[in-house]
């Protein structure tokens, strides 16, 4: 153990934005916004989004929505709810920031995907391979992925 009072302080913090992602994964289809995570474990909001996207690359309100259009996929690959529907289920208040978020990480359109995955019967995969297979990769990791195979 260290007795470095900035070394404690990081140990803190990264126990402190654990506990925000995983309050994210837990309650992505809530109403959360960064101002009301950062008062759950006593933060500024500017705080906690600097420190955030310092430790997992990324700020709280892409990583939120990077959970819900996970959730969003594999409730369109279900097929039993519209786009809409979906929309809502995953706890997004407006269809168009939805579909734009949509698209930009998957690089279709929430119908255009549900249809692709009907058709293809991504269903008949397990689960576990589904998920892998389709999960959403930003457009700037898509591009930096095939930049490295060319």
């Known amino acids: 153990m260290t007795n470095d009072p900035a070394a404690l302080q990081r140990l803190r913090d990264i126990a402190l934005l654990r506990s925000v992602r995983d309050r994210i994964d837990r309650e992505y289809a809530q109403p959360l916004d960064v101002e009301a995570l950062a008062r759950g474990v006593n933060m500024s909001a500017g705080h906690l ?12 309100y892409s990583y939120l929505m990077t959970r819900r259009i996970e959730r969003a996929m594999a409730l369109l690959r279900r097929g039993d709810l519209s786009v809409t529907e979906v929309c ?8 168009g920031t939805f579909s734009t978020r949509f698209a930009e990480l998957v690089g279709i359109s929430p119908s ?3 249809r692709r995955a009907l058709q293809a019967d991504v269903g008949e995969l397990p689960s576990c391979h589904a998920k892998q297979i389709t999960r959403p990769i ?5 591009s930096a992925a095939a930049s490295s195979v060319a």
């Not at 989004?49 to 709280?60: D, L, M, Q, V």
């Not at 809502?88 to 269809?95: A, D, E, N």
């Open 49 to 60: 989004s600097r420190r955030f996207r310092a430790t997992y690359g990324e700020s709280p």
């Open 88 to 95: 809502f289920t995953v706890g997004c208040s407006s269809l």
């Open 112 to 114: 255009e995907y549900r």
């Open 138 to 142: 930003r457009n700037r990791e898509a």
